[in-house]
């Protein structure tokens, strides 16, 4: 059975960094990309990009490009999120999915960003 | 980069059935597989629908997708509703580089 499992709930300040984890199970996570997407609350989902944990290719959306970071450990089937400097607006809940279309998804990380 | 436009909203009466359209704006349906998710309130996303008309093991064969050339679209069709279907409903689809969601559409069973 395909698992993903996220990190739990994350409280921060403006300009802390954060990673977020999503651990995979249930098949080879090398060979399926695993991508993130953020729920902003009230909102619809938006797409930040995907990563192939076999050989690190990344690719973002222009919207989410070098203001989040996606990495891979394939030695332990996780992908991971990161910011390095927090903003209030960066509040939301954030979702890892399997592969471009999205069939299996984590059950979300809610971050949030308050002074 | 193309966009996928659904209703914003749709309500139909159990038992009854009910279709949410996904358009895209440019390039064509046919070219990458759409998705429909189904996500109630305060859970994540579940897909119901995969490669346009596929289920995933456990959805209902009450759900069927559907690709319709002339219109550049996909629709999600619900028949038998139930009360429980009651969610936020997302297409998407993605071509090389980008994965595209539709803006969801809110689907009231009254």
């Known amino acids: 059975e395909v698992q993903l499992v996220q990190s739990g709930a994350e409280m921060k300040k403006p300009g802390e960094s954060l990673k977020i984890s999503c651990k995979s199970s249930?098949?080879?996570?090398?060979?399926?990309?695993i991508g993130w997407v953020r729920q902003m609350p009230g909102e619809g989902l938006e797409w930040m990009g995907i990563?192939?944990?076999?050989?690190?290719?990344?690719k973002y959306s222009p919207s989410f490009q070098g203001q989040v970071t996606i990495s891979a450990d394939k030695s332990i089937s996780t992908a991971y999120l990161q910011w390095s400097g927090l903003k209030a607006s960066d509040t939301a809940m954030y979702y890892c999915?399997?592969?471009?279309?999205?069939?299996?998804w984590g059950q979300g990380t809610l971050v949030t960003v308050s002074s | 980069n193309f966009m996928l436009t659904q209703p914003h909203s749709v309500s139909e009466s159990p038992g009854k059935t009910v279709t949410i359209s996904c358009t895209r704006s440019?390039?064509?349906?046919?070219?990458?597989?759409v998705q429909w998710y189904q996500q109630r309130p305060g859970s994540a996303p579940t897909t119901v629908i995969y490669?346009?008309?596929?289920?995933l093991s456990g959805v209902p064969d009450r759900f069927s997708g559907s690709i319709d050339r002339s219109s550049n679209s996909a629709s999600l069709t619900i028949s038998g509703l139930k009360t429980e279907d009651e969610a936020d409903y997302y297409c998407?689809?993605?071509?090389?580089?980008?994965?595209?969601f539709g803006g969801g559409t809110k689907l009231t069973v009254l």
């Open positions: 999915a399997r592969g471009y279309s999205s069939v299996y």
């Open positions: 249930g098949y080879s996570f090398a060979n399926y990309w």
């Open positions: 990563i192939y944990p076999g050989d690190s290719d990344t």
């Open positions: 998407q689809s993605y071509d090389d580089n980008n994965q595209v």
């Open positions: 440019s390039g064509s349906i046919v070219s990458n597989y």
């Open positions: 490669e346009n008309n596929q289920r």
